[in-house]
C-alpha cells in the first residue's frame, strides 16, 4: 500500500506535535509551539481509515478505533486486524498512537475468537485496550501482559474509590465519567497519578455514561453491546405535551482545555466514530488550535460552531445546576438543522430552508418522531424563495414533514482522505492462539446457577402498571 503524501514526524515526548507540509496540494499541517508546560494529548475518534487521515491531518496525538465486534460502535465502518497491521506501524511512524476499543460486555461463547484477537493485537503492537468488562481486563492482565489496560467510561468511574479499583483490576487509565464537575474531576487528579481522560466534546447519553437499557428494552438492541438503537432521541408524549425530553445537546468543553491541563489531565478525547471525516478533522483541529494558540480562541469556536453536530452544552461541568442541557422542543438530529421536507419525488425533494444548499453537501432526513433516516449528497440544486429543490444522488424515503440536518459539506480534504493509502512494512502475526485452549480450560467451562434450585421461570415484560392485577 502506498501513499503520495508524507506525515512529519513529531517531537519528543511531553512536546507539541509538529508537522511539516505534506506533498499533496492545498493540504494544511497543523504547527504547535513548544513553549509552556507538557500539554495533555488530544484523542481523536476514527471510525474508517479516511477518519484516521483527517485526525492525523488535524494534528491528533493519538486515535481510537473499533473492530467489528465488541465495540460499543459497532455500526462505524471500523478495522479489521489485518488493516491494523498496516495503520498501527504507519501511525507510530509518525508519532501517533493507536487504541482499540472492545468495550463492550463479552459474553462466555465469545471467549475463544476474543483470545485469537487479543493474541494478535498484542502482535500487532497497539497502544492501549479500552475494556468495559473486567472479566476481559483479568484475562488481559493475566494472559496478554503487553496490552495496556484503559478503563472505559461505560466504567462509570467517577470518584477515588473507582480510581483504586481500577488500578488494582490492572488498568492504567481511567477514562472518567462524563456527569463530573471540574471541582470532582481537580480532587480526583489530585488523589492519584493514575492517568486520567476526559470527553471534551461529542454527543452524550442521556443515561450515566452509557449504562442504558432502554435500547433493550424499546428497540431490542442492547447499547451495552454496541447496538444501541438511540430511543432518546425520539419523541415523547406526557399529559398532553410532546417533545425530545431524553435528547441531550453535544457536550463542548472547548472553553475548559486549558483549566483541565493546568490540573493535570493527560488526554482530551473527542467522542465521533459514527461520524464524519469532516466533523473528526474540524474538531480535532479546534482542539489542536485551543492548546496551541489560546489567545485565538473566540475564532476557534466561530469555527468550532460548524462541526455538524447538536447544539452544545457543558453538562455538568460547572456544577449540577445547568439549565442548557437539552431543549426538548427541537428536533434532535446531529447537524446543522436546515428546515422540513416540502415534497418528495424520488431523488427530487424540496426543503423549506433559507440556508443556501451547494451540490457535494451531505443531507440526513429525520421522521417526526425523531428515528434517523437515510442521508445522501446533493447532486444539483435550485433556489425558490424559501425553498431549495435538491437532486439528491439517490432515492430516499421520507416524507413531508420529515426534518432536514447538513451534516457534510462538500471539502476539499474529502477526496485526499478517502484515496489516501497507508504505505510501508505491516506488523505480522499469527492466525490462531496456541495457547487458547489452556486458558478456556481456566475459563470457558464456568457454569450460571438457576434461581429457586434450578427450575425454569418466565418473564414477561409489561409497559403498564395495571398489568400486574391482570397476572397476579
Not at 501482559?145 to 467517577?158: D, E, G, K
Not at 497519578?193 to 466534546?201: G, I, P, T
Not at 445522501?376 to 439528491?392: G, H, P
Not at 440536518?405 to 489516501?420: D, I, P, V
Request: hydrophobic share 40%; net charge positive; aromatic share 8%.
Amino acid at each position: 500500500m502506498a501513499t503520495k503524501s508524507a506525515r512529519a514526524a513529531k517531537k519528543k515526548p511531553g512536546t507539541t506535535p509538529s508537522r511539516k507540509p505534506g506533498a499533496r496540494p492545498g493540504r494544511k499541517r497543523v504547527k504547535a509551539k513548544t513553549a509552556g508546560p507538557a500539554k495533555p494529548e488530544i484523542l481523536a475518534p476514527a471510525g474508517s481509515l479516511e477518519c484516521f487521515h483527517a485526525a492525523l491531518d488535524a494534528g491528533a496525538d493519538a486515535v481510537y478505533v473499533g473492530l467489528p465486534e465488541l465495540n460499543a460502535r459497532i455500526r462505524a465502518k471500523n478495522f479489521t486486524i489485518k488493516t491494523l497491521s498496516y495503520v498501527v506501524p504507519y501511525a507510530h511512524k509518525h508519532k501517533i498512537k493507536v487504541q482499540v476499543a472492545l468495550n463492550t460486555l463479552v459474553k462466555q461463547h465469545e471467549l475463544r475468537p476474543l483470545l485469537t484477537t487479543l493474541h494478535q493485537l498484542q502482535q500487532i503492537g497497539i497502544d492501549a485496550l479500552i475494556v468495559q468488562d473486567l472479566g476481559l481486563a483479568h484475562i488481559v492482565r493475566e494472559h496478554f501482559p503487553r496490552l495496556a489496560l484503559h478503563a472505559s467510561t461505560q466504567m462509570a468511574i467517577h470518584n477515588t474509590l473507582g480510581i483504586q479499583a481500577a488500578r488494582d483490576a490492572g488498568f492504567e487509565r481511567a477514562i472518567l465519567a462524563r456527569e463530573l464537575t471540574s471541582r470532582e474531576i481537580e480532587y480526583i487528579r489530585r488523589s492519584t497519578d493514575m492517568e486520567l481522560e476526559v470527553f471534551v466534546h461529542g454527543a452524550l447519553c442521556y443515561c450515566i455514561s452509557g449504562l442504558c437499557l432502554a435500547s433493550s428494552f424499546l428497540g431490542g438492541q442492547s447499547g451495552n453491546r454496541g447496538r444501541c438503537t438511540q430511543v432518546c432521541r425520539r419523541r415523547f408524549s406526557a399529559l398532553e405535551k410532546s417533545g425530545f425530553y431524553f435528547s441531550p445537546k453535544d457536550l463542548s468543553l472547548v472553553d475548559h482545555v486549558h483549566q483541565l491541563a493546568r490540573i493535570g489531565i493527560n488526554s482530551l478525547k473527542i467522542e465521533g466514530r459514527m461520524k464524519s471525516a469532516e466533523y473528526v478533522h474540524t474538531v480535532v483541529s479546534a482542539y489542536r488550535a485551543v492548546l496551541d494558540t489560546p489567545e485565538k480562541l473566540e475564532d476557534i469556536k466561530e469555527g468550532l460552531a460548524h462541526d455538524f453536530g447538536r447544539e452544545k452544552t457543558t453538562l455538568y461541568f460547572n456544577g449540577f445546576g445547568q439549565t442548557d442541557i437539552i431543549e426538548p422542543a427541537k428536533p434532535s438530529g446531529t447537524g446543522l438543522f436546515l428546515g422540513t421536507v416540502s415534497s418528495v419525488r424520488g431523488n427530487a425533494v424540496t426543503v423549506r430552508t433559507a440556508f443556501r444548499l451547494e451540490p457535494g453537501d451531505r443531507l440526513r432526513f429525520h421522521g417526526e418522531e425523531g428515528f434517523e433516516g437515510d442521508a445522501a449528497r446533493i447532486d444539483d440544486v435550485k433556489r425558490e424563495s424559501f425553498r431549495a429543490i435538491v437532486k439528491l444522488k439517490q432515492d430516499i424515503e421520507a416524507g413531508p414533514g420529515s426534518f432536514v440536518y447538513l451534516t457534510g459539506r462538500k471539502s476539499a480534504h474529502k477526496g485526499a482522505w478517502s484515496k489516501e493509502k497507508i504505505s510501508g512494512t505491516p506488523a505480522r502475526f499469527a492466525n490462531t492462539f496456541p495457547g487458547a485452549a489452556r486458558i478456556l480450560k481456566k475459563y470457558g467451562k464456568a457454569k450460571t446457577a438457576k434461581p429457586d434450585g434450578g427450575q425454569d421461570r418466565l418473564y414477561l415484560r409489561i409497559d403498564n402498571v395495571e398489568w400486574l392485577h391482570q397476572l397476579s
